[in-house]
Structure formats: C-alpha cells, structure tokens
C-alpha cells in the first residue's frame, strides 16, 4: 500500500493534484495563474465576496495580472485539454474558480494561505486574518494534504501558531491525536517575494525558498512548487524561512533609511546627493546602490521589520537597526513637506493657502496601490499645514485619507499650471517630466526625474 506522502506526491507531480489558495490578494492571484498555468486546477478561497465573483467573471483586481489572462482559466477549462493556456506546447490546461466556501479544501490536495498579515495601532504584528484563515483551513483539511504559508510574519509563526491549529481541529477541538506533522500531513512555510508591477522578475523565475517542518513536509513543499516556479531554495526549517523574508526587507529597509539619511546631510553640506550616489555606484563591489524618495511604502517594507522587532522583544532583545531605519523612513514624508515650504518661502509665498499639487500618490512607480505610501502622509501633513493639497496619478482615481476624499485631477495640465508648487511623489513612466518642469512654476521633487535645469 502505497504511502500518504507518496500518494500526495503522485498527484503533485502529474498535476492532478487540486491546489486551494488562500487569500486572493496580490500575492495570492499572481500565484493561482502560476499553478493554472501549469496544468492544476486551483481553488481560490477568499472572505470577499465582491472579489470571488470578479475573479470568477474573469476580472482581475491586480495589476499584474491582466484580465484577459486571468479569465483562460476562468472559463473553466478542464482537465485533458491538449494545450497550455500560454500555448507553449501540450499539457493539460489548468483552471481557477474562487470561493468564500472553506469547505472545498475537502477536495483539496495542496492549501497555500496568504492572507494579509498588517500591524496594529501600536505597530505590533495583527495576525488577525491569519488566526481566521489558520482556523478555518484546520476544520476542512484532511489528512494527505500540504499546507504552506506563504504571509510574512515573525520567525515561529507557522510552527508556533499554525501548527497547533493543524493538530488540534482548532478551534473547535476536533481532537487530532492521532495525525502526524510529516507523516498524515506536511506543513511548510515559503515567503513571497513577489514586486508589484516588476515584468523581469515574476512569480515563475523569482527563486522560492521553502521551508518544511520535517523532511517529509520539505520533500513535498519543493515538489509543488517546482511544478510552477524554476528554482526553490530549500532551507532547514519554516523559521528560516520566515526569517530569509524579514532579513531581505529588513535589508531594503535599512539602506533605504540609510541613503534617505545621506540624502539629508548633503543637503546641509551643500552636495548633490545624486552626483554622489552615482559616483559611489561605480564602486565594483562592496557597494549597492539604493536611492533616497519621499520615504517607504507598500504592504512590506515599512511593516516587516516591526514583524522582526516584535518578536525580538519578546526575547528581551531590541532591533535597534529596524527601530532607527523605521523612523527615518517616516520622518521623510515631513523632510520634504519642509522643502515644499522652504520652496514657496523663496517666491514670497507662504505654505498656508497655497495650492501644491502632489503627483503620483501609489507608493512606488507604475503600480495602483498606495497602501502605506508615503504620498498619503506628504498630502495629510501638507494639508495640515493649510495648503490647498490636490493630487494626480494615472494609475489611482481616488484617495480617502482621514476624513478627506480626494478626486484624482482631471486635466493633468490644468492642473499643473493652478499649482503654486508640484510635488513630485511618485515617478510614473506615463509622465514627461521635461513637460511637467515647463509648466510647473516650482517644484519639489523627490524623486530625482524632473529635468536639473528647470528644477
Ligand atoms: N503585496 C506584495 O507585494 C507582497 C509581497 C510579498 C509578500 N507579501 C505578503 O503576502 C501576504 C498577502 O499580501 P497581499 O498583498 O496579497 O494582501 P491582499 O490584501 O492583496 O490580499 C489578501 C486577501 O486575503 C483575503 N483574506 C483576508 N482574510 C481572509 C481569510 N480569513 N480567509 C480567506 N481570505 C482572506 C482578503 O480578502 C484579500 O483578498 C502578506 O503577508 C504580505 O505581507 C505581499
């Protein structure tokens, strides 16, 4: 008789096997396409129902996934088609349908969650949604499964909160005993890596590090994700794994704070900090390049470390690194609200009552999502401050701060010459910032695109 783990990886291997995803964010999404797009049929389970009928329309909400190819596999094409839907040669076709419905992990073979994992008021870890999701995967999985966490959280997550879950039926106490991490189930966790709105790097040839809970459970996780991804960096445990996550945007954190810091003090020696980067770039090794902005955003590089620091807390030890790279990243919004207003100071205007017009609010270029972005904080302190703030980014439509709602501005120009001041926040491809520094009677620009001449 033939083994839970081999059956398992039978069915991994000939993609039979049903892969259950949940959360279907910008982490889960681009990931169900991967596995489709290999041959399995995947489940999407989600707690948003306006998304689930979406997706299941055929719509995508994330960027990176077009509508167009989400919906190959919305059309429920079914096992045994001849081809795959990138047409690259015979293979069974894959398909998606989302669910709010827990219950389908009973025809689940492989359930990978990732749900957010944001912090509280008080910057601590919120793994709300992940007790939520754990709880509901631990009352429909069965035994013969892998389950893999794929959101990014403190080193001991999975083997510390998920994993009791798994055993125990939580929360309603099913009374597992008798089932067996790495013999009955697998258990792993794998970081996502993904970057939003990035063409070179995507989920398929990003390099994957995986980490099992016993060897059986690693076997299995490398298996299923080789299916869909090049290369998987096995490591030896998940807290590896969950700490390789929080060490690479730690690291990012840190030289980002770092360079945004030698950004503030050319400024007071009288240096241009870009001619200075560049020259210390041409450095062939021992150096890397990161550039200073308007500050940090998005759902990882502003929130992972506090993931870090957390955890560290606990053990009586304090992440200096992560405490000192957090604040200067969030004094950088005010940095440049100060240059805005030393900016109009120098046309005899004041901050108060004048009208700046932000451009690009998304936390990076050519992406949607301004979760965290430092825009948003440029936009509330200048608005505090009295300034008449307006807002303009292609790729975002409205904006609800606080107690504001702000409408993107219609006519890009228009809106440009109303301005006393444009803030450059964010450096959208779709703008030409020869153009902008025409019609712009001043401008602030954190970004280090607008034209030298006409700054
Ligand atoms: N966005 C990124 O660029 C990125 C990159 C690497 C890692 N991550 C990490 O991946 C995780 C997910 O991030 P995201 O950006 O995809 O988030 P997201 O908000 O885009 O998507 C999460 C989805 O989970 C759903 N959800 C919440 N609770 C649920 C539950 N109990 N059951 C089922 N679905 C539930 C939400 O409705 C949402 O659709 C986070 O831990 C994040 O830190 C994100």
């Known amino acids: 008789m033939t083994d839970t783990k081999t059956q398992l990886l039978d069915k991994i291997n000939d993609h039979t096997g049903i892969v259950a995803i949940v959360g279907m964010g910008y982490v889960g999404l681009p990931l169900a396409v991967a596995f489709a797009n290999q041959g399995f049929d995947v489940l999407g389970i989600d707690v948003d129902s306006g998304r689930v009928a979406a997706i299941n329309r055929g719509e995508s909400h994330v960027q990176d996934v077009p509508s167009s190819v989400l919906a190959r596999f919305t059309s429920f094409a079914k096992p045994g088609d001849s081809e795959s839907a990138d047409g690259q040669g015979p293979q069974r076709a894959g398909s998606i349908r989302a669910t709010t419905d827990y219950g389908v992990l009973a025809q689940s073979d492989a359930v990978i969650i990732c749900v957010p994992t944001p912090l509280n008021k008080t910057r601590d870890p919120d793994v709300r949604y992940l007790i939520a999701a754990g709880e509901s995967v631990a009352q429909h999985f069965h035994p013969g499964m892998v389950v893999v966490l794929e959101s990014t959280t403190y080193p001991g997550t999975t083997q510390d909160l998920l994993l009791p879950m798994l055993e125990q039926g939580a929360p309603v106490g099913i009374g597992r005993d008798s089932w067996r991490v790495g013999r009955d189930f697998f258990l792993a966790f794998s970081p996502e890596r993904i970057d939003p709105g990035r063409t070179d790097w995507r989920v398929e040839n990003t390099p994957k590090v995986v980490g099992g809970m016993t060897p059986a459970c690693q076997e299995v996780a490398v298996s299923l994700y080789s299916q869909a991804i090049d290369r998987i960096v096995p490591v030896s445990s998940p807290a590896a794994a969950e700490m390789t996550k929080l060490l690479e945007n730690t690291f990012r954190a840190v030289n980002i704070a770092l360079v945004n810091e030698v950004a503030i003090m050319c400024d007071k020696l009288g240096l241009d900090v870009w001619e200075v980067i560049e020259a210390a770039a041409t450095k062939p090794y021992g150096f890397m390049k990161f550039t200073p902005g308007p500050g940090v ?117 228009e809106a440009i010459g109303l301005a006393d001041c444009v803030l450059v926040a964010t450096d959208h491809s779709l703008y030409d910032w020869a153009a902008i520094a025409r019609q712009a009677r001043l401008i602030v620009d954190t970004r280090h695109v607008v034209p030298a001449l006409h700054v």
């Open 297 to 413: 955003g998005g759902h990882c590089i502003p929130l992972d470390p506090h993931y870090l620091s957390w955890k560290l807390k606990t053990l009586n030890y304090n992440a200096r690194f992560v405490q000192l790279a957090g604040e200067i990243n969030s004094e950088m919004p005010r940095y440049w609200v100060d240059k805005v207003q030393d900016t109009l100071n120098d046309a005899r205007k004041p901050l108060k009552g004048s009208r700046v017009l932000v451009l690009g609010v998304a936390y990076k270029k050519d992406i949607d999502d301004v979760r965290e972005s430092p825009a948003l904080d440029i936009i509330e302190l200048l608005h505090e401050k009295g300034a008449e703030v307006r807002f303009h980014d292609p790729h975002v439509a409205n904006l609800s701060l606080n107690e504001m709602i702000l409408h993107c501005e219609p006519d890009l120009g």
